[in-house]
């Protein structure tokens, strides 16, 4: 442990405790103390809390309750004539009736034609590379040693992050990136793109039984490869889709595209009736690789691994039974307006023209702001009546008395059951746990998805929601909350809900190593 850090445990009830010193030496200190618990501290505190949130959260149905009792016992004690009585007074009023049947008829007609129709996640499948692609840290840097383009300064940066990224010994790298020299030219880069993109959709299709010819619309996110033609039309003449698809193809959008694509094809779905939309989410390296010695760009080689993933989305009625998930909400946050949330993550040369992505230093702020800009529109979306309540009563009486108030922090674990933290980072993941006051739990399947594939981009969230798959956890009714930040700079989530007990799909990514995780040393 560290110098001058003590570690006090004392039990429930005052008692016994172990302090544990600056130099590792462990003693035992015994604490007498008659004074009552303090109840603020006190573990039953939560079940106050969770007695607040169900008064709060049932309030109408409680006051529906004695009004329905009352009706129900009135009913009963009616008789024949009275009924009767009633009918007659209907009859004598039949313009009445008839006007007010008319306005219920056209109001219901003008909800169901108004209203937006439901998107469904009917299953979404991720790349899995092979065996021979893995790249476990000495062999990264052993590579990086042998290609001649880092001094040792530079080897001795990329050792440091590392160590301390996350990452385990089984991520991949291209295939290109395996090669002495490396070989980052526009056929390997292509290679790589059709591998990952078609190796998501053949699994996609078969798990579905969906026929290419029955997609009406593709979306394609890709930040920093974006050939002529485009990697939509790639994927259009390799499954042979249909001449009046709608094909998007969206670059440069960074981590968060993702959700930036599934929103985009949302809109589209709301649009065009009885269709099938299909996401394709993947980031390219082979071209993007840094071969200088410019710190702040040396870390994406450090972090970014193939990944990919691939899901159908439907709007048809039909697909509700077989459906995995229903979109309940998309939130986008963009902070581009600011020149230093711009900036922060920017694809530029350095001095010796070697082309990467540069990482701000301010990149952990600009993303606190992004994330309290995204969670302040999408609270009250989510957030149960009683968490708003307890939030705008701190906030009123900060405004209206001035008074020393700490801000209420709302509490999401009680909207959301499930958490995917895009894998950007162990300090990424390390924040949110902190500022959302999350559980490692929460975060445990952005963890385990960081240290077994890395920093797949705007993919990992797919990976995340299949480790929670793979774990038995997802249960009907369970609301998941995929959030991801992305260049621009961008903050973006989406919530979806689980339409059944949801196993993991054939094939899945966490189907040979689901029985590894959690790794402990990282869970804790």
Known sequence: MDQGRATHLTSANGGSGVVVGGGGSVGVQIQQSRRLPDF????????????????????????????????????????????????????????????????????????????????????????????????????????????????????????????????????????????????????????????????????????????????????????????????????????????????????????????????LAKDLLQVHRNTNAVVVSTENITQNWYFGNKKSMLIPNCLFRVGGAAVLLSNKSVDRRRAKYKLVHVVRTHRGADDKAFRCVYQEQDDNGKTGVSLSKDLMAIAGGALKTNITTLGPLVLPISEQLLFFATLLVKKLFNADVKPYIPDFKLAFDHFCIHAGGRAVIDELEKNLQLLPIHVEASRMTLHRFGNTSSSSIWYELAYIEAKGRMRKGNRVWQIAFGSGFKCNSAVWQALRNVRPSHNGPWEDSIHKYPVKTLAE
């Not at 008829?105 to 439901?118: A, E, N, Q, S």
């Not at 798990?207 to 029955?214: A, E, F, L, Q, T």
């Not at 042979?240 to 930036?260: D, E, T, W, Y």
Request: with cysteine.
């Open 40 to 263: 603020l501290q006190s573990v039953n505190l939560k079940y106050v809390k969770l007695g607040y949130h169900y008064l709060i959260s049932n309030l109408l149905t409680l006051c529906f309750v004695p009004l329905i009792i009352v009706t129900l016992i009135e009913t009963s004690q009616m008789e024949l004539d009275d009924i009767r009585q009633l009918w007659l007074h209907l009859q004598y009023n039949l313009v009445s009736v008839v006007i007010c049947s008319a306005f219920l008829v056209f109001g219901l007609t003008v909800y169901i034609m108004t209203r937006p129709k439901p998107v469904y996640l009917v299953d979404y499948s991720c790349y899995k590379p092979p065996d021979h692609l893995k790249a476990p840290s000495h062999s990264f840097m052993e590579h990086s040693r042998l290609t001649g383009d880092f001094d040792d300064s530079s080897l001795e940066f990329q050792r440091k992050i590392l160590e301390r990224s996350g990452l385990g010994d089984d991520t991949y790298v291209p295939e290109a990136m395996h090669a002495i020299p490396p070989e980052p030219t526009m056929v390997a880069a292509r290679d790589e793109a059709e591998k990952v993109m078609f190796g998501a959709l053949d699994k996609l299709f078969s798990n579905c039984s969906v026929k290419p010819k029955d997609i009406g619309i593709l979306v394609v996110n890709c930040s920093l490869f974006n050939p002529t033609p485009s990697l939509s039309a790639m994927i259009v003449n390799k499954y042979k889709l249909r001449g009046n698809i709608r094909s998007f193809n969206l670059g440069g959008m960074g981590c968060s595209a993702g959700v930036i694509a599934v929103d």
